[in-house]
């Protein structure tokens, strides 16, 4: 069974940068693409970022240039560098795992808050 913890969230001010990670356990975490997702107050969750299992990588039109994501198999983990953030970045940030045959795991999310 997948587990998937995200932490290292936060409140930056704007212009300033967090990198919450995200580690897995239960599974063999190098196969597998990972991905960042968020959800903001009254909107839907969104893509942000996927790594794939050879650190191929993806980022939704806004985030790109400002967010990177890495991960380290050795740890099981997944990071994601955010700089210049902008109070619009604010929102709760998840980590998916993708899993064989269109099934998914996901953390249980950790806050950013981008506010003066």
């Known amino acids: 069974q997948v587990q998937l913890v995200e932490s290292g969230g936060g409140l930056v001010q704007p212009g300033g940068s967090l990198r919450p990670s995200c580690a897995a356990s239960g599974s063999i975490f190098s196969a597998y693409t990972m991905g960042w997702y968020r959800q903001a107050p009254g909107k839907q969750r969104e893509l942000v970022a996927t790594i794939s299992s050879i650190g191929s990588t993806n980022y939704a039109g806004s985030m790109k240039g400002r967010f990177t994501i890495s991960r380290d198999n050795t740890k099981k983990t997944v990071y994601l560098q955010m700089n210049s953030l902008k109070a619009e970045d604010t929102a709760v940030y998840y980590c998916?795992?993708?899993?064989?045959?269109?099934?998914?795991?996901w953390g249980q999310g950790t806050q950013v808050t981008v506010s003066s």
């Open positions: 998916k795992m993708f899993l064989p045959g269109g099934a998914s795991a």
